[in-house]
Every structure is written in structure tokens, then in C-alpha cells.
């Protein structure tokens, strides 16, 4: 089953073939974010008109490059939620205009569960059940992926996304959107004792996590070494953020393996391309005598290709929406689509 998938609910446009959940055909990205980089985050506006003028063109470079024709596309699929909510209509209103003229099945996939599915492309053999650290620019939260369309929310952040934290932090430290990246780096050549930055352990639920705090302490540490005339070890404290961070996650991961009895660890988002983040649920994993599934960095972050694998899954379930389908800004991993 061939289906093509659309992604559109950020600052990239995305559009992949992908062949009964598993083998990419083609994964094109037109990409925004040197537009966005000159105002420091996205400008929403901006991403939904750049939307509509790339869209259309991507379908066809995506089915020029792998030579197939509109009659070889068994399926449309696309990130109905969540996302910022201008840019994800412009990919939904697409989606169903190519469904219906085209008179195919239209699959709608949550942006989240698109990010777990990179580990089905990444890793041909795995099947759920397996936990899954979803950390992306605006989503962190630990999931028990217990089938392909049946998950568990074990926790979240009660605040901010650790994504838009490293991104917060690199932009005052004058680094160009979206600056987690640039922060890893800058990270490698820092010491993590320099600076303490707290570690936040909020409400009942063991699972949950609160990042504001921890960003919070980050800025005015930023602040009053600039106030105070002092040079701050910009790398130094890069990489106490990233080690803040990582504690943050990781001692969740150990937690929910040993409390579910799961084998397995997934990472996915964008923020899974982190090193510390890396290093340590390796390590972790490592001890425990878990597999780790972590997928290469161009499979981290937003992609056509994710949803597409999502999308075969949601199919078989049978999770076909017709249309009445709508976007959403927010919506639970959990929820239906219509
Ligand atoms: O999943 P993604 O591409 O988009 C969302 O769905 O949000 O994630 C983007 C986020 C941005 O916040 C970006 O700064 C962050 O992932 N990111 C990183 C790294 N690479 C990308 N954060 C920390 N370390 C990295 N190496
Ligand atoms: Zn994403």
C-alpha cells in the first residue's frame, strides 16, 4: 500500500511515499526555517502562506522522484494535530482535496504518534509494546506504545516542552532558532559542575516532569553574570543545561522499565537528536539490559516520512476520517480524530 503522506504542522513542509508503513520511497522537505530565523522562532503567519506555496509543488517532485503517477498512490495521509493551528490546515485542506478528487482513503495522523513511528522506518524489526521518550519543540512526555494505535501516557511535562527550553536558552545566548543543536555543541566543550541548575520533581505523578523552573534559573543565571560584568562560560553552562535536562528524562526512562517490566526504549522528536540525552539513556538502557531504539537525526525531527509510517497503522485499525475532518492546535495522543 502505497500512501502518501503530508506533514505541515511547524515550520517544514513535508511530503513522503511510503510503502506499507515501512519503506520510504521519497521524503521531500521544503524548509522554512532560514525564513523564520531573522524574527527567532516561528512567525505563524509566515509558515501558512509558505505552506500553500509549497505544498502543491512538493506532491509532484515527490511522485516525479520515485516515477510514480497520482494512480499509484493507494492512500493520503496527513498530521491533523497538533501543531500550530494555521499551518496544520493548510496540509489537512490539501490532504482532503487530493482525496477526494483523487478518490482515495484519508488517513489522519497525530503529529506525536508520527514521531514514534520513525522508529518503524528506522528499525525494520520493531513492534510494539515498547516505551517511548517523545521530546520534541513542543511535546515531552513518556509513552507505553502498547500497540501500534494503543499508547499510555505515563507522563509529561506540566509546562514547557524540553525542546523550547533549549531553544529559550540558545536564543539568549544569542544563538540563530532553533538553537537546541547549537547548544549540544557548544555543550561537548563545557564542565557540567560549573554552574547548578535545579532539578524539578512536580506533583503525584512520579513520571511527570516541569522544565519552566529549571529555564527559568537558566535565564537569570544568563542575567545576573551579565549584570555583574562577569564573563559567563558560555559552554560551561550549556552543558549544565543539557546535564539538567538529561536528569530530568532519563531516571523517568529507568523508572517506567523497571515499573512496566518493558524491554524496550524508543526515543523520537526532535530533541532525541541530543547527545547528553543520548549518551544517557544508552547508558541507562545499558545497565537495565534493555534495547535502545534511537532514530538516525534526520528521522528526529519533523518528516513526511513518520507520518506515512503512522498512517498504514492507523489504516489497518481503521482509522479513516472523511470530510469532516478538522485540524486541531492541541489534541491528546489518545484522542480520535473525528
Ligand atoms: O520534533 P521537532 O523537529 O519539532 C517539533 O515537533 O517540535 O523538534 C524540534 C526541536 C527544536 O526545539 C530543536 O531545537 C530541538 O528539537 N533540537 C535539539 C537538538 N536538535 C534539535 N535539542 C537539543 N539538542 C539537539 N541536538
Ligand atoms: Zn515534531
Redesign the pocket.
Known amino acids: 500500500m502505497n500512501i502518501l503522506a503530508i506533514e505541515s504542522?511547524?515550520d517544514?513542509t513535508a511530503m513522503a511515499i511510503v510503502r506499507d508503513g515501512r519503506e520510504v520511497l521519497c521524503d521531500c522537505i521544503a524548509s522554512q526555517v532560514e525564513l523564520h530565523r531573522i524574527y527567532g522562532g516561528v512567525v505563524p503567519e509566515i509558515a501558512s502562506r509558505k505552506h500553500m506555496e509549497a505544498i502543491y509543488g512538493l506532491a509532484d517532485k515527490a511522485l516525479a522522484e520515485v516515477g510514480l503517477t497520482r494512480g499509484d498512490i493507494d492512500a493520503l495521509a496527513v498530521t491533523y494535530a497538533p501543531?500550530l493551528i494555521g499551518a496544520v490546515l493548510v496540509g489537512v485542506n490539501f490532504a482532503k482535496a487530493a482525496a477526494l478528487a483523487m478518490n482515495k482513503p484519508l488517513i489522519p495522523v497525530h503529529?506525536?504518534r508520527g514521531?514514534i513511528a520513525a522508529n518503524y522506518l528506522a528499525y525494520p524489526e520493531l513492534e510494539p509494546p515498547f516505551l517511548c521518550l517523545v521530546?520534541?519543540?513542543?511535546?515531552t512526555m513518556l509513552v507505553d506504545v502498547k500497540d501500534y494505535t494503543d499508547m499510555e501516557i505515563l507522563g509529561t511535562t506540566l509546562d514547557d516542552?524540553?525542546?523550547?527550553c533549549?531553544?529559550k536558552v540558545?536564543r539568549v545566548l544569542g544563538m540563530p532558532?532553533?538553537?537546541?543543536?547549537a547548544?549540544?555543541?557548544a555543550a561537548k566543550l563545557g564542565d557540567e559542575t560549573k554552574y547548578q541548575l535545579p532539578r524539578s520533581r512536580p506533583g503525584e505523578n512520579p513520571y511527570n516532569m516541569s522544565f519552566s523552573g529549571l529555564k527559568t534559573a537558566a535565564l537569570n543565571l544568563i542575567n545576573h553574570t551579565q549584570q555583574l560584568g562577569q564573563t559567563l562560560d558560555v559552554p560551561s553552562l550549556c552543558a549544565a543545561f543539557?546535564a539538567a535536562?538529561a536528569d530530568t528524562l532519563v531516571p523517568r526512562v529507568v523508572m517506567a522499565l523497571e515499573q512496566t517490566g518493558r524491554r524496550r526504549i524508543a526515543v523520537?522528536?526532535?530533541?532525541?537528536?541530543?547527545?547528553?540525552?543520548r549518551a544517557d539513556i544508552l547508558a541507562a538502557a545499558e545497565t537495565l539490559g534493555a534495547q535502545v531504539y534511537m532514530p538516525p537525526?534526520r528521522l528526529?525531527?519533523?518528516n513526511g516520512a513518520m507520518i506515512g509510517a503512522q498512517a498504514y497503522y492507523e489504516y489497518l485499525a481503521g482509522n479513516v476520517a472523511d470530510m469532516r475532518l478538522n485540524a486541531y492546535a492541541t489534541k491528546s495522543i489518545l484522542g480520535e480524530a473525528l
Request: hydrophobic share 35%; proline share 2%.
Open positions: 504542522s511547524c517544514e501543531g503529529h506525536i514521531h521530546v520534541s519543540g513542543g511535546h516542552a524540553a525542546g523550547e533549549f531553544d540558545a532558532y532553533p538553537g537546541g543543536a547548544l549540544d555543541q543539557s535536562v523520537a522528536g526532535g530533541v532525541a537528536a541530543n547527545s547528553r540525552i537525526l528526529c525531527g519533523d
